[in-house]
């Protein structure tokens, strides 16, 4: 089993920032390839970022230099600074394996609302 959590999500205006936190145990994220996804109202998840277990990083191009990734092993926590916020980037905002999620351990996400 592995149970994630996510948080430091918020309200925020656009052009602002937040850094959201996922926490994880019951299995090591580091040997896993481990993405951030999120959900729109009305729209299906999708992944905007993920991080390799040697570091390298890819992002989806709506995010791509404003959204960073990154991990840290001995926390078991993967991070997702994201910067220069726009309101298309609402959404609740879950972290899992990727590309293949772990499909029964979905944390309950974390919501981040970027006003105009």
């Known amino acids: 089993q592995v149970q994630l959590v996510e948080s430091g999500g918020g309200l925020v205006q656009a052009g602002g920032s937040l850094r959201l936190s996922c926490a994880a145990s019951?299995?090591?994220?580091?040997?896993?390839?481990m993405g951030w996804y999120r959900q729109a109202p009305g729209k299906h998840r999708s992944l905007v970022a993920r991080i390799q277990p040697g570091g390298t990083t890819d992002y989806a191009d709506s995010v791509k230099g404003r959204f960073t990734i990154s991990r840290d092993n001995a926390k078991n926590t993967v991070y997702l600074q994201m910067n220069s916020l726009k309101p298309e980037d609402t959404a609740v905002y879950y972290c899992n394996k990727a590309p293949v999620p772990w499909g029964d351990y979905w944390g309950q996400g974390t919501q981040v609302t970027v006003s105009s």
């Open positions: 019951g299995r090591p994220l580091s040997i896993n390839t």
